[in-house]
């Protein structure tokens, strides 16, 4: 397991970004977010592999970590910096074994009882939510509120990130439940400037 500090502040996520999947990388690389995470549900591996690997090349290097989303056997493959799995896909015990003791593993969790049995698991981070209705996904998880969230907090010892329909108009309710980090997707992946939306968001989660 790798150790993070609790309050990494952001957590980058690439899905569909407007002004493309290179250039938001870039951004990313540029303001020295933390994580930068490649989600593609909606494309073939043959797709996912080909940006994949232009983003490990890409942070290969820098202050940003490289993510790949579901697909432990292609992370291993291109030689991502880790993966983040959601509670359907490979068991983290057997990603942990196929990616090796330093790879970076997050774990999505939806309630109190998935945070108690990640926990157990000890993956490197988890992500909680979502806290707020999002159209990101088909199957959209319940949503937990900010009080869902809390409760996910009290219980966990491990680096988090708050996620699921994160966005101006809500941020503050977010921090002010003492979230220490937050992930937003279409707010950074649906606009022309994302660099300007970076800034907003670090008055409340610098990073």
């Not at 989600?39 to 073939?44: A, D, G, N, Q, V």
């Not at 939510?129 to 491990?158: F, H, Q, R």
Request: include cysteine; aromatic fraction near 8%.
């Amino acid at each position: 397991m790798t150790t993070y500090s609790s309050s990494f502040g952001f957590y980058g996520i690439l899905s569909e970004p407007r002004v493309g999947y290179i250039p938001l990388t870039k951004i990313f690389i540029d303001q020295k977010v933390p994580f930068i995470q490649l989600r593609m549900k909606k494309h073939p591996l043959t797709e996912v592999r080909a940006v994949a690997l232009d983003l490990v090349r890409l942070t290969r290097g820098t202050k940003s970590k490289f993510i790949l989303n579901d697909e432990p056997v292609l992370a291993k493959e291109v030689g991502a910096d880790g993966v983040h799995l959601g509670q359907t896909n490979m068991p983290y015990e057997q990603a942990r074994a196929l990616l090796g003791p330093e790879a970076i593993i997050g774990l999505s969790t939806h309630n109190v009882d998935q945070v108690i049995v990640a926990n157990q698991l000890q993956p490197d981070y988890i992500g909680m939510g979502p806290v707020y209705p999002t159209p990101t996904k088909e199957k959209p998880d319940p949503v937990i509120g900010t009080e869902g969230l809390s409760k996910m907090m009290a219980v966990n010892t491990l680096p988090y990130v708050a996620i699921g329909g994160i966005d101006m108009s809500n941020i503050s309710e977010v921090k002010a439940t003492g979230a220490l980090s937050i992930c937003v997707v279409r707010l950074v992946n649906d606009v022309d400037d994302p660099v300007s939306v970076l800034e907003k968001i670090k008055c409340y989660y610098p990073w």
